[in-house]
């Protein structure tokens, strides 16, 4: 390009922005948006554009069952973008809705402002949102993020990405194929960050600041994305919610896919027939089948060792983290487990539920010696309800301490800033009432982020106007985060970065006022777990 013809471009781009600023905004009920794939139709209305079900990589069917995904090709025509696509292939949770689709990797995306002033002069700050779901569950279309990107001048994009045993699944047959094995769903998820570099300018966004954010299955995958050298430069903040470094030996999970394919009747062979008749089982098979860990898998390529052991070494994607959890996780795992299968925990099976905890989750379990120890920590003499006694547990020893110890250990090589969600009135948007409170339990945090209706269920309570506050208060944080790596802002109470030797602060979101708090591990016994044997 010529220096005349780059100059005519830039007053082009001008011309185009004041008069995005100088007139009223015009709803388009059909804006469009040209990209290398075709030129997609949204939707526009309150606030913010939307473009809805756009694919970023070809559908993993057939051949490609298994495979890592294949950027996505030039479309034929115009694109439908105003509605979302199906979810990838799960059964049925409070999470999300049953599926039996494959062709599944869509994103959505949410613009704030009028589709007219769209283009790459904004640079927006981007945040990508990884979903929830123990691996096996969700949508990217469940987390309405309207909000979050009208008040804050921020994009954010929502993401599917394949689960279960189609997403997180090792056999020696297709281990030994020439390609990225087994974490599929967190390749899925590399692709959308690829997509999203090559594509968000269009939409006026900063493809050279992503923020990638996710809870619970999703935060973990963000752990293994931290280390995994396949993520280099994809993105450029992270924030955490609710969860710790969690994976498993390629081997094991080998050992757990083999599991798999005798169910459905295919050989545990390492050779192309036992890879060919596990891609020609149907969908409804292999989720009848299947029992995925809530972990990612030591491939040797996405995922090089242990997480925990790269985050220690500091070889890993070095960037500004978020990281945080909420007082009660535990409360809404421990109904899940107890009450709403069956009946309340008894006393008596207390040893029994310290079991089931210590094998919840890989790399942040207890070995079976510990057991007696972690029982006798947690006498459920001491609390109201034998459930809250487990729940404490999981709250303590599987998600809080593990993710505080994390932050200690990143500190020492980036920004760090950990927050604590602590209303505990907070409602329970996807549980009904059981025989103890849920406080600020699992999950509860993302209805302050998010616009949650599709999944709340009947009866729920609104969000007082105190806890609407503090919604916009998280939202603001979360959106300062994504612009500069630091969650302060206007208005916003003080956050001060997480010290490893002070062991804090952590800051306490919570109504009537957040606030830094230094007495976090105390609170959740990390001295103990520190000291309790993991598997």
Request: hydrophobic share 45%.
């Amino acid at each position: 390009m010529t220096d005349n013809s780059f100059k005519r471009s830039l007053r082009v781009a001008a011309v185009a922005f004041c008069a995005a600023m100088a007139f009223p905004a015009i709803a388009f009920a059909n804006p469009e948006i040209t990209i290398s794939q075709g030129t997609l139709a949204g939707t526009e209305g309150d606030g913010v554009v939307q473009f809805s079900g756009v694919r970023y990589a070809m559908p993993p069917v057939g051949e490609n069952r298994w495979m890592p995904p294949v950027p996505v090709g030039a479309a034929t025509g115009p694109v439908d973008a105003t509605k979302p696509g199906p979810g990838c292939a799960q059964g049925p949770s409070p999470w999300g809705t049953p599926s039996t689709s494959e062709d599944c990797l869509f994103l959505n995306i949410t613009v704030p402002g009028p589709a007219n002033a769209m283009g790459f002069w904004q640079n927006k700050p981007v945040l990508v949102w990884f979903h929830g779901g123990g691996f096996t569950g969700g949508s990217g279309d469940v987390y309405d993020a309207q909000a979050l990107a009208r008040e804050n001048d921020v994009i954010v994009v929502t993401v599917n990405y394949r689960l279960g045993s189609l997403g997180f699944f090792a056999h020696p047959a297709l281990d030994a194929e020439d390609h990225v094995v087994a974490n599929y769903g967190l390749l899925d998820q590399q692709q959308a960050l690829k997509w999203l570099q090559a594509n968000i300018a269009s939409f006026g966004g900063n493809p050279n600041n992503l923020t990638v954010f996710g809870e619970s299955a999703g935060a973990i995958a963000i752990y293994t994305h931290l280390v995994s050298p396949l993520a280099s430069g994809l993105f450029q903040k992270a924030i955490i919610e609710s969860g710790a470094p969690a994976d498993e030996p390629l081997s094991v999970a080998e050992t757990q896919g083999n599991a798999l394919a005798e169910k459905v009747g295919c050989p545990t062979t390492a050779d192309a027939d036992a890879a060919a008749c596990l891609r020609a089982v149907p969908v409804e098979q292999l989720l009848a089948a299947q029992a995925t860990p809530i972990a990612t898998i030591i491939d040797g390529k996405l995922l090089t060792a242990p997480v925990l052991d790269l985050l220690r070494s500091g070889n890993y994607n070095r960037m500004p983290v978020m990281n945080g959890t909420n007082h009660d996780e535990g409360n809404l795992i421990a109904a899940f487990i107890w009450d709403l299968s069956g009946a309340p925990l008894d006393a008596k099976d207390m040893g029994t539920a310290v079991n089931i905890v210590g094998n919840f989750i890989p790399r942040v379990g207890y070995t079976d010696r510990m057991f007696k120890v972690v029982e006798t920590a947690y006498d459920p003499s001491k609390y109201d309800v034998p459930d809250l006694a487990a729940s404490q547990i999981i709250t303590d020893g599987v998600i809080a301490c593990p993710a505080f110890e994390a932050n200690k250990i990143m500190a020492a090589f980036n920004p760090v800033f950990e927050y604590e969600m602590a209303d505990i009135n907070a409602p329970s948007v996807v549980a009904g009432p059981v025989s103890f409170p849920y406080r600020a339990g699992h999950f509860s945090e993302l209805q302050y982020i998010f616009d949650l209706s599709s999944i709340t269920i009947d009866g729920t309570p609104a969000l007082t106007d105190a806890q609407q506050a503090l919604g916009k208060q998280m939202r603001a944080y979360w959106a300062s985060f994504a612009r500069n790596g630091n969650p302060n802002g206007p208005g916003l109470p003080q956050w001060n970065m997480f010290n490893a030797k002070a062991g804090g602060p952590v800051q306490s979101l919570n109504t009537p006022q957040s606030r830094g708090v230094g007495n976090f591990a105390a609170a959740h016994q990390c001295d103990f777990w520190a000291g309790v044997e993991r598997k």
